[in-house]
């Protein structure tokens, strides 16, 4: 429904006007309206998911610590208070009297984005709910990820070694461990053909990550 500043039709409209309601207003109203809380529960899930999945299939080299520190950061309350500001989403929450006359504080905005992704959840389902969230995640995570120190250590490693151009840098699998559908990769990190760093993961990427980042500390404790 455009005139809320989103851009989704809504088949069912009451439930983008619950969205936009809060409590407080709610209460204040004798027809016992309902408020945007369960929306905005049902919200704050959906949105865990979608970005869960969204950090899983975007960005292979981080750990599953690494991709909780990322999602803890992104999803917050600041991120969403952001969304409904770009949004203006100021203009359409209603809120009761007794909020200091009718004050939307920064809580209240972040927890209408969540109740908006659930109302879209329920009237469209999980794709629209998506496609919705992705507007604005994917720059929230690289913000994120390159801001606050969740680095790829190859890239890293890289442009460390290379200011001898006559560097040679390798990864190689030493061993793999486990049945096909848990396998654990070992990977040693060479560096003119002398073992730098190793590491070991799910994955050969995150094995190599592991292997730089050790050459990486290894590295700066000769330094």
Do not use: W
């Not at 989704?8 to 439930?15: D, G, R, T």
């Not at 936009?20 to 209460?27: D, L």
């Not at 809120?95 to 972040?110: H, T």
């Amino acid at each position: 429904m455009y005139k809320y500043n989103i851009k989704y039709e809504f088949k069912n409209e009451s439930l983008i006007k619950k969205a936009f309601t809060h409590s407080s207003y709610a209460y204040e109203r004798k027809d016992k309206l309902e408020s945007n809380e369960r929306l905005e529960f049902l919200g704050d899930a959906v949105l865990e998911l979608i970005s869960s999945q969204y950090i899983y299939q975007n960005y292979p080299n981080l750990s599953e610590g690494e991709m909780t520190k990322v999602r803890a950061g992104v999803v917050c309350e600041k991120t969403l208070f952001k969304i409904a500001t770009e949004n203006n989403f100021s203009d359409f929450l209603k809120v009761g009297k007794c909020e200091k006359n009718g004050k939307k504080s920064r809580a209240m905005l972040a927890d209408c984005v969540e109740a908006v992704i659930g109302a879209i959840y329920l009237d469209g389902g999980y794709e629209n709910a998506k496609q919705y969230i992705l507007q604005y995640l994917p720059k929230f995570v690289l913000e994120y990820v390159n801001g606050l120190g969740v680095k790829d250590y190859k890239t890293t490693l890289q442009e460390e070694l290379q200011k001898n151009p006559e560097c040679r840098i390798e990864y190689i699998v030493e061993k793999e461990t486990g049945p096909e559908h848990d396998k654990m990769f070992f990977v040693n990190m060479l560096y003119n053909d002398m073992v730098l760093g190793n590491g070991k993961g799910k994955t050969k990427k995150e094995a190599e990550q592991q292997a730089a980042k050790k050459a990486l500390r290894k590295i700066k404790n000769e330094e």
